[in-house]
C-alpha cells in the first residue's frame, strides 16, 4: 500500500536515496549564479538536502535513457507504465520511492489537468507539502501516469528504489522518458533486462526518436 513519507524520512531510511538526491542537489546548487541575490533567494527554498546525512556512496556513474515505442498517446498511457514494472520485477525491485529531486509543495505542481492533481493529492493523506510516497512496483500504474505530460519547466519526478543490488536512479524527463543513472558495472544486465521489457535504451538521442509527451 501506498505511504506518503516526509522527505527527511525518506533520506534517514534509504543512505543510497539520502547520497543521490543530494547529488543532484548539489549539481543544480552548481548551476546556479551565486552573484544573482533574486536568482538565489528563488532557488535555495527548493534545495532542501544539498548535503547528505550519511555521506558514504559515490555518485552513480552509468548514463542512459529508456523509452517505450508508443504508436498513440493512449498506448503511452496504457502500457509504458507496464513495461516498467517489467523491468523492475525481472531486475528483483520490489519497493520505490516517488519522489521530485527538489522540495515542492505538491498543490503548486503543474498537473497536465485537475484530475490527475487530484488523484495524486489523494494518495497523500493531507501531506501535500515536502513528502514522497513509497510504494509496491506493481503500484506503479497508478501512479506514474498521472506525471504524464506535466508542466515542462515543472521539477522532474523520481523513482529510486530503497535498496537493490543493481541501484538505478530514475527521473521522467519532459518527452516522456525515463533518464536513468546506473552503477556501470551493470550496463549489460540493464541493456538486456530493458529489451526482455519491451523498452529501448540509448543515450540523449532516444529522446529525440520517442517524444512520447508529443503523441496525440
Not at 191 to 213: D, F, H, I, P
Request: aromatic share 12%; proline share 5%; hydrophobic share 40%.
Amino acid at each position: 500500500m501506498m505511504q506518503a513519507i516526509n522527505r527527511s524520512e525518506i533520506f534517514k531510511q534509504s543512505v543510497f536515496v539520502d547520497n543521490q538526491i543530494a547529488f543532484e542537489q548539489q549539481a543544480t546548487y552548481r548551476s546556479i549564479n551565486c552573484d544573482d541575490p533574486d536568482e538565489m533567494a528563488y532557488m535555495m527554498p527548493f534545495l532542501d538536502h544539498l548535503e547528505a546525512f550519511d555521506p558514504q556512496l559515490k555518485p552513480l556513474d552509468g548514463f542512459c535513457v529508456l523509452a517505450y515505442a508508443a504508436d498513440t498517446r493512449e498506448d503511452y498511457q496504457n502500457n509504458f507504465s507496464l513495461a516498467i514494472v517489467d523491468f523492475f520485477t525481472r531486475l528483483k525491485i520490489e519497493k520505490l520511492y516517488l519522489l521530485s529531486q527538489c522540495k515542492i509543495d505538491w498543490n503548486e505542481y503543474g498537473f497536465e489537468n485537475q484530475e490527475k492533481k487530484s488523484r495524486f493529492l489523494k494518495t497523500l493523506d493531507g501531506k501535500e507539502n515536502a513528502v514522497g510516497l513509497l510504494l509496491s512496483v506493481k503500484e506503479l500504474p497508478d501512479v506514474l501516469p498521472l506525471f504524464f505530460y506535466r508542466h515542462p519547466d515543472h521539477p522532474h519526478i523520481n523513482l529510486i528504489p530503497p535498496v537493490s543490488d543493481i541501484p538505478v536512479d530514475m527521473f521522467l524527463c519532459k518527452d516522456g522518458n525515463l533518464h536513468t543513472l546506473f552503477d556501470e558495472r551493470n550496463h549489460g544486465q540493464l541493456k538486456t533486462t530493458a529489451a526482455a521489457s519491451g523498452l529501448y535504451m540509448g543515450s540523449y538521442e532516444v529522446c529525440q526518436l520517442y517524444r512520447n509527451s508529443q503523441l496525440e
